[in-house]
């Protein structure tokens, strides 16, 4: 409990209580700002577009490294900590480099939306692959080849015996995601161009207001970035529960 104080319950005490040094009043007045508003909805919507994508393509993605052999495996399943191991301002550069103005493969998203949902999809990428593959992984196969050998379909095989055990792992990893997602800002940083009203992210927002020295209004929508984060955590985490007392 004392680790966890230093490391983390002591700053964000912080933070909050940084957040009122204008009172209550002073607080919403920064989270209601029109472009604080702005810029929290344009991060939490691209969040939640992101980590429904990669409930799907993640899910997927681990069930075929898990389930599939095929040439260079272990090349692709290095692969996908990638943007675990790369700092993300190198990210950033790179998806700048490959979709900006001098792109390759001609495509150009540099300073629009899709640029934040595609460099948000970049970096939560592993958080669903890695959370779902160890399930798969111990998940005993009996009961579907049963299920199959009863003239069940491979949907309905997947729908009832496969992703109850998956479920918990899926939330999991989607809750994790979101969390990264709200908060990521290295990535962003570049390939947004950070305009107010148009892509300005909440992260970046946050840098731009602490470059104005106005820390009390960073750390009001920090305040609530975090909130948001553990709200969906703690939901996540409740329906992975009653999921898991439904299916025991």
Do not use: C
Request: net charge positive; aromatic share 8%; hydrophobic share 55%.
């Amino acid at each position: 409990m004392a680790y966890l104080s230093v490391i983390a319950l002591i700053p964000l005490a912080a933070v909050a209580a940084r957040s009122t040094d204008n009172g209550l009043d002073g607080f919403w007045k920064a989270v209601s700002s029109p472009q604080a508003v702005s810029a929290l909805e344009l991060t939490l919507i691209a969040s939640l577009i992101v980590v429904t994508v990669n409930a799907v393509a993640g899910t997927l993605i681990a069930w075929v490294l898990v389930r599939d052999e095929f040439p260079g495996k272990g090349v692709v399943n290095s692969l996908i900590d990638l943007p675990f191991a790369l700092p993300t301002i190198v990210a950033g550069i790179t998806l700048l480099a490959l979709y900006g103005p001098k792109s390759p493969v001609g495509v150009n998203v540099a300073f629009t939306k899709a640029a934040i949902v595609l460099a948000l999809l970049f970096v939560t990428l592993p958080f669903v692959v890695r959370a779902v593959q160890p399930v798969l992984l111990e998940l005993d196969t009996d009961m579907e080849q049963a299920a199959e050998s009863l003239g069940a379909r491979p949907f309905t095989v997947f729908r009832r015996i496969v992703f109850p055990n998956l479920r918990p792992a899926i939330l999991a990893g989607i809750g994790l995601g979101f969390a990264r997602a709200v908060g990521e800002f290295g990535s962003l940083v570049l390939i947004t161009g950070n305009v107010p009203f148009k892509t300005q992210v909440a992260s970046v927002f946050i840098f731009s207001q602490i470059e104005s020295d106005n820390v009390t209004s960073a750390a009001a929508v920090s305040v609530v970035l975090l909130l948001a984060s553990l709200v969906v955590l703690l939901g996540l985490g409740r329906l992975a529960r009653r999921g898991e007392r439904r299916h025991g």
